[in-house]
């Protein structure tokens, strides 16, 4: 098993930091290893670690009166300079339970209110995003959504067109546009499912 030696916080941002992170590997090779993290500082990482605390919620949630539309966000991502399809996420605030903060954030992102379902622990814990540059955990949270569609309350930094996709459009969707892995997966699931979230008694 590699050896981690040291961490260090390059920056001092709000919301996303970088580490630098000294280790040697199972072979005995030295290791330099850049790190994104939501933690505050290096003793925050590795509580986080222990515990597997979320840092964020993704929101996999229904629409309309037959829960035939899926809610998306179709957001502006600097990171790769283009518009990408999502579920509404965000992150979880301090002492927050990260299903009041699936609702917050879909409040927030689309104006809709959101109502959770309760569901066996191994669909909604928190898993790893994407390990080979982040040690971020979210959790998922499904659920039915009512109200209308509004962009009142987002942030003016956010860039979000809230998208009520039926079936044909999520196919039209995953074929010609940019997805995010996560929601992808989930959108597939929603092609399949012959009753709303079916694939949730499967596990």
Not at 90 to 118: C, I, N, Q, S
Not at 137 to 158: D, F, I, P, R
Request: proline share 3%; aromatic share 10%.
């Amino acid at each position: 098993m590699a050896q981690i030696h040291s961490i260090t916080k390059l920056t001092d941002e709000r919301f996303l930091n970088l580490y630098h992170v000294k280790a040697t590997s199972v072979h005995q090779t030295p290791v330099n290893y850049f790190v994104a993290s939501r933690a505050r500082d290096v003793d925050d990482m590795q509580k986080r670690h222990e515990k597997n605390i979320p840092d964020g919620v993704i929101i996999y949630s229904l629409y309309g009166e037959n829960h035939d539309k899926v809610v998306l966000v179709r957001q502006y991502r600097y990171t790769i300079a283009e518009y990408v399809y999502e579920f509404p996420a965000g992150l979880v605030e301090e002492g927050e339970e990260y299903h009041e903060a699936a609702v917050r954030e879909m409040k927030e992102e689309t104006g809709l209110d959101l109502t959770p379902l309760t569901v066996e622990n191994g669909f909604q814990k928190p898993y790893y995003t994407s390990v080979g540059m982040t040690d971020e955990s979210c959790a998922t949270v499904y659920g039915y959504s009512s109200g209308t569609v509004s962009n009142a309350l987002q942030e003016n930094s956010e860039e979000i067109e809230v998208v009520l996709a039926d079936r044909d459009e999520v196919r039209r969707i995953l074929r010609e546009e940019k997805v995010a892995i996560m929601c992808a997966y989930m959108l597939m699931h929603f092609l399949q499912d012959e009753k709303p979230f079916g694939f949730l008694e499967n596990l």
